[in-house]
Every structure is written in C-alpha cells, then in structure tokens.
T-cell receptor, first 119, second 115 residues
Framework: AQKITQTQPGMFVQEKEAVTLDCTYD???????LFWYKQPSSGEMIFLIY??????QNATEGRYSLNFQKARKSANLVISASQLGDSAMYFC????????????????FGKGTKLSVKP | GAGVSQSPSNKVTEKGKDVELRCDPI?????LYWYRQSLGQGLEFLIY????????KSGLPSDRFSAERTGGSVSTLTIQRTQQEDSAVYLC?????????????FGPGTRLTVT
C-alpha cells in the first residue's frame, strides 16, 4: 500500500530563516510523483512543487526546493527566507501510475505540518 | 483563467437529508477528483473520473455516496441520508491528465455541516 508520513505536526520558524518540512513515503510503484501543497487558513489547496521519481535533479520553484532522497524514500520541502505569509498547513502527497493497493491517479496525502512563521 | 469552482461554499443540513455538491473543473482538464477533509485530518480520496472511462469509486466510504460527471465537465457529489460523521470539507480537484506528473488544481471546497 502507498503511504505518506509527515512526522512534524507543527513547526515554528523565524521570519527570513529557512525551514525543512519532513516527508517520507512508501510505495511499490516503479514510477511515481511527489507533490507538496500549501493550505492557508482560507482552506484552498495550493500546489507548490513536484518531483518525479526518475528526475535526476531536485525540484526547485522560487523559494521552495524539494530534497529528494530516493533510497531513503524521503521528499523533504525546504522553504528559504521564510515570510509571514508562509504560515499555513503543508501537505506532502504522492501519486503513482500503477494500482498497487490504491487508485490509479489519485493523490495520497500525509496528515500535514502546520508551519508558523514568527516575526 | 478560471480555476476550479465549487458550490455551495457552505452547506448546513439536517441528519437524514440528501445533499448535492457541485464542481466545475478547469476547462480542458480530463481528470477530476473528489476528496474529503475532516477537521484536523489530511485529505481522503473519494472518487476519480478520467475522460470517458468508468470512474474509480474505490474511496467512497459507503453506498450513500455517489458521484457523476456529465459531458466530461461538471461533476456532482451526492450524499444520501446524511450522517453527522459526513461533516467535513469536500474538495474537488482537476488535472490536465491522470498521469503522475500532472499537478491537481483544487477548488475552494464545500464545507458540509450535518446537524
């Protein structure tokens, strides 16, 4: 079965500092995608960054980067130069191409990490 | 361009009543998903539509839940004989394709409260 684990229910970071949000995953799928989403208090899920399982380089999108370690099955999100607007829930998610114990196509989500940025 | 829209944004209903939740995906997106997010929880997959294929209903929690997608666009999630445990935010998402590399774009959600 596919599973996403986020072990940090809550994190604090000082404004302008970098923060790493942990994510580990488990899958038997030979090919998969890893995603991070941000959910502010408004409730909408905002796509941040994507990493393919066969991508050679770690994904980056502006202040977001994904520290992908395939052998360790980890896909940590790094946010550089934190801003007050980064305070939100962050969800790690995975999606495979094969139907190993789950649906093809849908995202499997972790339980999320609540990030609070202090001024 | 327009994103995923959902209606209503909030719905309060009495236990035992039926409710319908609507989702308008992004134009041209062939894949459409329904998820449920209960208080303090992550997202739980409900159902997935891809093009004209039969929907994947493996995430539906009971036979009180059903969904349809008309004309490959708008989708309606129906919950019959609502129970208090159905209270949650129901999120709809769409993506250009069902392939793993395509991100899903989420709507604002419908907050359902069953009293």
């Amino acid at each position: 079965a596919q599973k996403i684990t986020q072990t940090q229910p809550g994190m604090f970071v000082q404004e302008k500092e970098a923060v790493t949000l942990d994510c580990t995953y488990d899958t038997s799928d030979p090919s998969y995608g890893l995603f991070w989403y941000k959910q502010p208090s408004s409730g909408e899920m905002i796509f941040l960054i994507y990493q393919g399982s066969y991508d050679q380089q770690n994904a980056t999108e502006g202040r977001y980067s994904l520290n992908f370690q395939k052998a360790r099955k980890s896909a940590n999100l790094v946010i550089s130069a934190s801003q007050l607007g980064d305070s939100a829930m962050y969800f790690c998610a995975m999606r495979g191409i094969m139907n190993y114990g789950g649906s093809q196509g849908n995202l499997i989500f972790g339980k999320g990490t609540k990030l609070s940025v202090k001024p | 361009g327009a994103g995923v829209s959902q209606s209503p944004s909030n719905k309060v209903t009495e236990k035992g009543k039926d409710v319908e939740l609507r989702c308008d995906p992004i134009s041209g997106h062939t894949a459409l998903y329904w998820y449920r997010q209960s208080l303090g929880q992550g997202l739980e997959f409900l159902i997935y539509f891809q093009g004209n294929s039969a929907p994947d209903k493996s995430g539906l929690p009971s036979d009180r839940f059903s969904a349809e997608r008309t004309g490959g666009s708008v989708s309606t999630l129906t919950i019959q004989r609502t129970q208090q445990e159905d209270s949650a935010v129901y999120l709809c998402a769409s993506s250009l394709s069902g392939q793993p590399s395509y991100e899903q774009y989420f709507g604002p959600g419908t907050r359902l409260t069953v009293t």
